[in-house]
């Protein structure tokens, strides 16, 4: 009998087929590890003969990421040599609902922007310029409005709260991307403000 945490190609030549399999989707549902974001960067990498020990070592953190700790609630992998396509094919090979436990970067940044466009018409006829240029009085005061204008009605509210929910669910994985503009970060930063006080009404 074999047990691995980390299966690689050659674990089911030496065992033979997998008896039992305790998954990642388990281990995070359980508290055990935490989910794993990923996040892909272009770089210029010759590799040669000196090189395929690194690889390994790479590989070996990449299975450390997801271990937990107090204050970690994801794990992060950034991808500068291209491995996305053979995790999702390791995931695929040992655990096909794992492979929706690596939470991409690329689409959260699409999701943050989506959700962007839909406040910037929900609150077109608001005027926050206040909030990104005034004093500190006039910023909190831009607030208190803002927050009195998401509540013009049941309906609009229920819309408001829900957007900004999804919107700082992928802001939170995508946040440290550099691919992300300080104007998009401003904005999140002033829907999750006027969401505040509402929140916790």
Not at 33 to 60: C, F
Not at 86 to 94: C, D, H, R, T, V
Not at 109 to 116: A, D, G, Q, S, T
Not at 140 to 162: H, V
């Amino acid at each position: 009998m074999g047990f691995t945490g980390t299966p690689i190609d050659a674990t089911l030549d030496v065992f033979d087929p997998v008896v039992d399999a305790y998954t990642m989707t388990e281990s995070v549902r359980d508290e055990i590890t935490v989910r794993i974001v990923y996040e892909g960067r272009a770089a210029k990498v010759i590799l040669n003969n000196s090189k395929l020990k690194e690889i390994e070592d790479y590989y070996a953190k990449c299975a450390e990421v997801n271990r937990k700790f107090e204050g970690k609630n994801k794990g992060l992998v950034v991808d500068y040599m291209g491995i996305k396509t053979q995790m999702n094919l390791a995931l695929k090979q040992y655990s096909e609902g794992d492979k929706d436990n690596f939470e991409d970067i690329a689409e959260s940044i699409i999701i943050v922007r989506n959700h962007l466009d839909l406040l910037a018409k929900l609150f077109h006829t608001f005027d926050n310029s206040k909030y990104f240029k005034g004093t500190t009085i006039q910023q909190l005061n831009t607030l208190n409005f803002a927050a009195e204008f998401a509540q013009q009605s049941k309906e609009f509210e229920t819309r408001f709260m829900g957007l900004v929910k999804r919107l700082k669910a992928a802001y939170d994985i995508c946040a440290g991307s550099e691919q992300l503009t300080q104007l998009e970060r401003d904005y999140t930063h002033f829907y999750l403000a006027v969401r505040s006080p509402l929140f916790f009404n």
